[in-house]
């Protein structure tokens, strides 16, 4: 079962195009009601790739958040690793912001 909302999956696949031709869109979806993601390259061969919460705790990592968080991300970095891109380890708490949760790492672009 796909956890990921198609929407997502075809940004995901318009940044993969992107890096082929050398240009990939920015990406901001919806994955659902509570949780965002952001992706910007950062123009030295990765991009900077956020999650947002909307939690009422901030356990050290995303996937601490509970199984279901953890299918999202895991079908996330599943469709990167599609493309070539390399998803970090882990995705760690590194701010609030107007009550959302940021999570962050670096993924690695081919």
Same mark, same amino acid.
């Given at each position: ?15 993969g ?8 869109? +920015?990406? !901001?979806? $919806?994955? #659902? ?5 952001? %992706?910007?390259?950062?123009? &030295?061969?990765?991009? *900077? ?9 901030? +356990?050290? !990592?995303l $996937?601490e #958040? ?5 299918? %999202?991300?895991?079908g996330? &970095?599943?469709?990167? *690793? ?11 708490? !590194? ?16």
């Amino acid at each position: 079962m796909n956890h990921v909302p198609d929407a997502a999956l075809d940004a995901i696949d318009a940044f993969g195009e992107g890096l082929l031709v050398g240009d990939p869109p +920015p990406i !901001t979806e $919806r994955l #659902r009601s509570d949780l965002r993601l952001v %992706v910007r390259t950062t123009g &030295d061969g990765t991009a *900077r790739c956020r999650f947002e919460t909307d939690h009422t705790q901030t +356990p050290p !990592t995303l $996937r601490e #958040r509970g199984s279901f968080v953890t299918t %999202v991300v895991d079908g996330v &970095d599943s469709r990167f *690793r599609a493309w070539g891109i390399d998803p970090p380890e882990a995705y760690r708490y !590194t701010e609030t912001v107007d009550g959302r949760h940021h999570y962050e790492g670096r993924l690695t672009l081919p």
